[in-house]
């Protein structure tokens, strides 16, 4: 006859703990690598460009003002241009409409940022918990 004892420890609270700092980092990562694709796609140029191509800017203050921020509580990442630096003109240039009485033709470049990386997305998440 085998006599045999085990014990077991409860450790859940700590598989949580380590799996909301794991994707808070690959939250991190993949925020920048959006924002990173976002940035490169805006040319520095005095001409405006083409309707359906990401649009240019003289200055380079769009491009700058591309931000991201995280919210831990909730996994959430918001990435886009800071509406404190830009006004309403990046949301002008994403969707079309009107910004300062001109009429801005849709040239989007956050959503096409998504879909140039949305592939390498997932690997971000493989292995972050440890």
Do not use: C
């Not at 700092?21 to 490169?40: D, E, M, P, W, Y």
């Amino acid at each position: 006859m085998i006599t045999l004892k085990v014990t077991t420890k409860n450790s859940i609270d700590k598989v949580k703990s380590k799996a909301q700092q794991g994707n808070f980092k690959s939250l991190g990562h993949a925020a920048a690598t959006i924002r990173l694709v976002a940035r490169r796609s805006i040319r520095k140029r005095q001409t405006a460009a083409m309707p359906g191509t990401p649009p240019n800017t003289r200055r380079g203050q769009l491009k700058r003002s591309i931000m991201y921020a995280l919210d831990k509580q909730r996994g959430v990442a918001l990435i886009g241009p800071d509406f404190d630096v830009v006004g309403a003109s990046g949301k002008a240039h994403e969707f079309g409409g009107r910004f300062r009485r001109e009429r801005y033709p849709k040239r989007p470049f956050m959503g096409p940022a998504l879909e140039k990386v949305k592939d390498r997305l997932p690997p971000m998440w493989a292995g972050s918990i440890r």
